[in-house]
């Protein structure tokens, strides 16, 4: 079992960048595909990004492609989440998940970390 816990939120401008860490305890993180996923105000959570076990390959949400980046570092057991030209719309709880088979619903997770909040003033 995987412990995760979420930090790097906070609140920035329209157009500012933050960068999110998810630090994973446990021997078996490198072997997890990881994603990111948000929760906003009375919205259901949804899939924002995912790279795989190795960091070769990605995949995004289409309302965050071009302007948000997913990486990881095995060695640290951390992945990361860098956001760029953040919008209004980008404000939610963030979280990170991960499982062997790289799933991108969330109600494939059956626990979750406390998340890490971000809020984008207009």
């Known amino acids: 079992q995987v412990q995760l816990v979420e930090s790097g939120g906070g609140l920035v401008q329209a157009g500012g960048s933050l960068r999110l860490s998810c630090a994973a305890s446990?021997?078996?993180?490198?072997?997890?595909?990881m994603g990111w996923f948000r929760q906003a105000p009375g919205k259901e959570r949804e899939f924002v990004a995912a790279?795989?076990?190795?960091?070769?390959?990605?995949e995004y949400a289409d309302s965050v492609k071009g302007r948000f980046t997913i990486s990881r570092d095995n060695a640290k057991n951390t992945v990361y989440l860098q956001m760029n030209s953040l919008k209004p719309e980008d404000t939610a709880v963030y979280y990170c998940?991960?499982?062997?088979?790289?799933?991108?619903?969330?109600?494939?997770?059956?626990?979750w970390g406390q998340g890490t909040q971000v809020t984008v003033s207009s």
């Open positions: 790279i795989s076990w190795s960091g070769s390959s990605t």
């Open positions: 446990g021997r078996t993180f490198s072997s997890y595909a």
């Open positions: 998940n991960g499982d062997h088979d790289g799933a991108t619903d969330p109600a494939d997770f059956g626990s």
